[in-house]
């Protein structure tokens, strides 16, 4: 990697596993915020957000539209796949079950493609399958910042990056706050 110009701030992408995401804080009890966590990213001395990616699997093309549209709207590059159903009828609704779409490809495609530009990339997931893309960008010149929660996260995802970051310890600073700031997407009611 070529050396950054002293007075260039490092370049920082934040890349956020949905799925891996929901879970982790469905275990922490609160939600965090995107914008805040886009403003916190913003907030690091020496660091300039270069980039944000948001991964996240859909039941059907119009699920989580709202939200993605806020994602969008607030500088998030939004990637989707569909999540695979299994199930006896699929028409059959009580009877569909949906597992968990997997976007370490697009996750990984997005990182290797934005690697030469990049100083430090923030990883908010807990999936063991990107071990090695961390291993590749590390050994690029990346410093790689893995934030998820305790019992969340692969152990070989963890040992894998520079540094982790349990989600508990920005609480105060990432916690969804309806009441202090409007929310990052509102839902009208059908008329």
Do not use: C
């Amino acid at each position: 990697m070529e050396t950054r110009a002293a007075h260039r701030p490092l370049q920082l992408v934040v890349a956020v596993d949905g799925h891996s995401m929901f879970y982790a804080q469905q275990k922490l009890g609160w939600f965090f915020d995107p914008r805040r966590l886009l403003a916190h990213a913003s907030s690091q001395p020496g660091l300039e957000l270069a980039g944000a990616f948001w991964y996240a699997g859909l039941k059907d093309p119009s699920d989580q539209r709202p939200f993605r549209d806020a994602l969008t709207s607030l500088g998030f590059t939004v990637r989707t796949r569909p999540l695979r159903e299994l199930g006896a009828a699929a028409a059959d609704s009580e009877q569909r079950q949906f597992v968990r779409a997997n976007l370490d490809v697009e996750i990984a495609v997005d990182l290797l493609t934005v690697a030469p530009r990049t100083d430090e990339v923030w990883l908010l997931s807990g999936s063991r399958d990107l071990d090695r893309l961390v291993e590749v960008l590390r050994a690029q010149g990346l410093r790689i910042t893995l934030m998820s929660t305790e019992g969340m996260v692969a152990r070989e995802l963890r040992n894998a990056v520079d540094r982790f970051v349990d989600l508990s310890s920005l609480r105060g600073l990432l916690e969804k706050a309806e009441s202090l700031q409007q929310p990052v997407f509102v839902r009208t009611a059908a008329v």
